[in-house]
């Protein structure tokens, strides 16, 4: 049994290895795969976005910017006409929404029209083109300087533009953005002062330059880009990489936890640990079915092994399992089989040998006991004759030479068991008594309770006869006694601690035969030996107790006045119970 636990441990182990290599296998792809399809995801999708929102931030300061250099060109045509420089401003603030205050300078800087120069403005005069200066906080606003020089056709610094901007739309743009869980956009200058934010935190003009790497890198960066760092994943855009000349080195970032970012990628990776924990549990049970279905047959085949090596070859159900297992199995069967066969006509050749073995015993114990018992007979006869009618040794008497007459009938039935049947035996046809009618079961009956009641009492045992047919039967009367002796003897030797034997009598149905039964209360006779007890030298008693012939002789005297004996439990399912069914006298 031990090779078959540890081939089951084995054949679950290979197939939970066989479930668990390509579980695992197939679960760090996908998990790798989705982590891989999450980033390249969150990073386009951010990239997307801040691509949308920067070129409309840079498209709005672009066109501010272009409507006042035209307006500037405009101007520097006809410097001196004050009512043609009011229209120009009046129509610059309207046509450009976000400019807040707007005034024209000389080539000196000194005011000409317009609002007032904020202090610490550079004008700058000194410089050519123009620019865009950095973030200022005024008033609770965000304004940015848009300076645009106004030159002439011939290249001549006529004045200066100067337009405050309004940055509060660069605000509204960032607020209305739709973004992810935990994301925000933040949109800083070129010197890393936040512009606007979308997650509304007030704004300060501490510089996030050399606070947080991805404003260093959107700052340092001409092109767009993305970077995981500190539990962020951001992706920035210079707005300077949308113009091909005179750029706003600003820079757009979008920014997101990590969590919520690869939120997805965690969830399939849960997912599929999830579903591959269950896959492999499944596996695993369906392994064990496997490896119980394909080693169970196999414990069956070994238990059969020992059985056979045992003499117990024909015990236990038929082996079944799957493919070669099976046929193998019914080969084992097979051979079983024949060779419970081969042993059964061992057993056979054995009780042959025996029998011829009690046949020459039979005879020399018949020629040794049958002058003691004629001798024994003869005096009984003798000293009988003496005794008168009514005397009290004269039932002894009788007794002692029935007794003989019984011994020497007994002797006559052992020589006529062990010696070869005639042809009328094998056919089971009864021979011919003398005087069958002479066999009344009732009066054996009373006779058997005479002789045992000595042994009755001694074992504490109670004998009820119940006598309900009185019809003569076809079985000498000796026989009979016989095999009533040898089936209360056997009862009384199974119930130790005493109890009741009951005999009784009734018509076989048709009336042409009678049944006796004899039953006990004892421990009855377990239903794998009932097909044996009638075997020749079977026995369950201990050596010395019984030979196994008793009930062999039984079944031979009854079958050869052509009844039939048969043994099952007794009433009510307690002890034991022989029936014996003798054809009645003149029915044969």
Not at 357 to 380: D, R
Not at 516 to 535: E, L, S, Y
Request: glycine content about 10%; overall charge neutral; charged content about 20%.
């Amino acid at each position: 049994m031990r090779a078959a636990a540890s081939l089951r441990w084995r054949v679950l182990l290979l197939l939970a290895l066989t479930a668990v290599v390509p579980t695992v296998i197939v679960g760090v792809l996908a998990i790798s795969r989705a982590r891989a399809d999450v980033e390249s995801e969150v990073e386009r999708g951010a990239l997307a976005h801040i691509r949308a929102l920067g070129a409309a931030l840079d498209g709005t300061l672009q066109d501010a910017r272009r409507t006042v250099e035209l307006a500037a060109a405009t101007w520097a045509d006809q410097p001196d006409g004050e009512r043609e420089a009011q229209l120009l401003l009046k129509r610059l603030r309207r046509n450009v929404p976000i400019v807040s205050a707007l005034s024209i300078l000389d080539a000196d800087g000194t005011l000409k029209y317009g609002d007032a120069v904020p202090d610490g403005v550079d004008a700058g005069s000194h410089s050519f083109g123009g620019y865009i200066g950095d973030v200022r906080r005024t008033n609770g606003r965000t304004i940015v300087n848009l300076v645009v020089q106004a030159r002439g056709r011939t290249g001549e610094l006529m004045g200066v533009f100067l337009a405050t901007l309004d940055l509060g739309f660069v605000r509204d743009v960032v607020a209305a953005a739709r973004l992810g869980r935990g994301a925000r956009v933040v949109v800083v200058d070129g010197t890393g002062v936040p512009v606007a934010t979308s997650d509304g935190r007030p704004l300060t003009e501490t510089s996030l330059a050399g606070k947080d790497p991805a404003v260093d890198r959107a700052l340092a960066s001409s092109i767009e880009g993305t970077l995981a760092t500190g539990g962020w994943v951001s992706a920035y855009r210079n707005l300077s990489s949308y113009q091909s000349s005179r750029g706003v080195r600003w820079a757009i970032l979008h920014q997101q936890p990590e969590a919520d970012a690869y939120a997805l990628a965690r969830r399939t990776t849960r997912d599929t640990l999830l579903v591959g924990g269950i896959a492999l549990a499944l596996a695993l049970a369906l392994g064990a079915l496997v490896a119980t279905l394909l080693t169970r047959p196999l414990e069956a085949l070994a238990r059969r092994a020992d059985a056979i090596a045992a003499g117990g070859a024909d015990d236990g159900p038929p082996i079944r399992g799957p493919g070669e297992i099976g046929v193998l199995g019914q080969r084992i069967d097979e051979m079983a089989k024949r060779v419970a066969e081969r042993t059964e006509l061992q057993q056979a050749l054995a009780r042959g040998d025996r029998l011829a073995s009690v046949g020459v015993m039979s005879a020399q114990v018949a020629h040794e006991i049958n002058n003691p018992l004629t001798t024994v007979l003869g005096y009984a006869k003798l000293l009988q004759e003496d005794k008168p009618e009514g005397h009290p040794d004269r039932a002894g008497l009788e007794l002692i030479a029935s007794e003989a007459e019984r011994m020497k009938s007994i002797v006559g039935s052992l020589l006529e068991y062990a010696r070869a049947p005639r042809q009328s035996e094998q056919q089971m046809k009864p021979v011919e008594l003398a005087s069958p009618e002479t066999c009344q079961p009732a009066a054996v009956v009373r006779h058997v309770a005479t002789l045992l009641g000595p042994q009755l009492k001694k074992g504490r045992t109670t004998l009820v006869t119940d006598m309900a047919s009185d019809a003569a039967v076809t079985i000498d009367a000796h026989a009979l006694q016989q095999v009533l002796v040898n089936l209360v003897q056997n009862a009384l030797q199974a119930m130790s601690d005493g109890g009741t034997i009951t005999i009784a009598s009734s018509p076989a149905p048709g009336a042409v035969a009678t049944t006796i039964t004899v039953a006990d209360t004892g421990p009855g006779i377990p239903a794998q030996h009932r097909t044996k007890v009638f075997d020749p030298f079977f026995t369950t008693k201990d050596a010395g107790v019984g030979t196994g012939l008793g009930l062999a002789v039984s079944k031979h005297l009854v079958a050869t006045a052509g009844g039939s004996i048969e043994v099952g439990d007794g009433p009510n399912g307690t002890g034991a119970e022989f029936r014996l069914v003798i054809p009645n006298a003149g029915t044969v």
